[in-house]
């Protein structure tokens, strides 16, 4: 008997269902909000000016079809590797599946390396310790430091995954409380500025220290800036799908994935539209796009009291989570491809006693060490988010295909054909923007690159076990 097979008799181990919809919901927030606002709030200001609201309503909708679509879609099969089993079954073809999962992998471990080398950068620092001008490298500090400390770090998120899916909600119910908790209190401090800026002056084609009210501007000139603003701040709804990836984990998750990814979504960007409002509120655009750290600026003005270097401590949580729960859900994807075939079944093993995929966490803490101490891969990481989007496009293609075969069970959330439909559109317009964005067109090359070496692999380790049989016994 297959190891497959095994695992799915009664008695065969097997992952726990341990989150409610509120963890589910955290899991989702922390995931999307990380520590990218507390620097990116300036860049946007830059692009936006006091619009920078408009941007994030914007980015929501492009970012809501391909949610919803995944929020049926989960509704439906509630499995780990959510993505490649999705487009499995829809298409039917081995390697498509493959290379929608490893590139969802490379996504979450490229991530999870960049966040724990900033988490040593931010750590040092918080020390006092010299950080370089050069972002994203390591401080100033003896050799051995760094990387030690950017190992321990590992070794503490992989001790807390591998204990848990309870122990490991808890930190994230922490960290993501921390975050937030930051964030609010920038839109607690800065909310008696609302009202002193005009909410729709935008920046001037004709001049950059100019300004003008985007109303002004036409159908067509507004049409054109919302579009801007979507492309320019998609990228922060980012991690939504990775809940998919622990919908097996979930108690009840027919009805709770749905309500989950909808509810972070609308959570994240009331936060995102709220930061935005409050700190240019406070902060004149012009200045905040020229700041070195906007957010700790904005505090300075908003209250004055407030120890800058807190927010060096807010964003060392908002880091961590970001990392945890890339780890918890590359570990669960690993596992689920394993169970699938498209893996070593030994991968798709969980243990006893934990019920966590044990070999699947410790797998991918080799490899993340080694990226993390291989250098600066700011690059990687932006290539495997320009990846996402094309993954977008296959999960979307796969609801329309499931939606349309006669013998599909329906989902207790369904979503009309028009919103997978969007979902494409969006999501090719945003790879359209990559392409030819000379601040990302670099990271869409590496994306290609990716996407060869995905191939190679392929062919060299061309899995052998998958089958609808598969399919049928994970149902």
Known sequence: MSQQTENSTPNAPHLARTMGLGALIIYGVGDMLGAGIYGAIGEYAGKMGSAIWLAFGMSLIAAIFTGLSYASLGSRYPRAAGAAFITYRAFNKTFLSYAVGLAICASGLTSFATQSRAFGGYFLAFLGYQLPSAKGSLPVVPLIVGPLLIVAFIFLLTAINFRGMKESIWAN???????????????????????????????????PTGGVSFPSLGALGVGTLALQGAILTFYSFIGFEDMINVSEEVKDPQRNF???????????????????????SVVPWREL?????????????????FPPRAFDMIAMFAIANTAL?????????????????FLPRVLGEVHPKRRTPHRAILVLMIITIGLALVGDIKSLAAAT??????????????????????????????????????????????????????????????????????TVLYFVMRPKNVSDETLAELG
């Open 173 to 207: 119910a922490l960290c993501t409380a921390i975050e937030v908790g930051g964030l609010l209190l920038v839109v607690a401090f800065g909310a008696r500025f609302i009202g002193s800026v005009n909410l729709f002056e935008v920046p001037s084609a004709t001049s």
């Open 258 to 280: 749905p309500r989950a990814v909808v509810l972070a979504l609308l959570v994240t960007a009331v936060i995102y539209a709220l930061v935005a409002i409050v700190a240019i």
């Open 289 to 305: 796009a020229g700041a070195s750290n906007p957010m700790t600026r904005v505090m300075t003005i908003a209250a004055p009291w």
């Open 325 to 341: 729960l890339n780890y918890i859900m590359g570990s669960r994807l690993v596992y689920g491809m394993a169970q699938q075939g």
């Open 385 to 454: 988010s320009t990846l996402l989007l094309m993954i977008f496009v296959f999960v979307n293609a796969s609801l329309i295909v499931l939606k349309r075969r006669p013998s599909e069970a329906k989902g207790f959330f369904e979503v009309p054909t028009f919103v997978p439909l969007m979902g494409i559109a969006t999501s090719l317009m945003m790879l359209v923007a990559a392409a030819f964005d000379p601040t990302r067109r670099p990271s869409f090359a590496i994306a290609l690159g990716l996407i060869a070496l995905i």
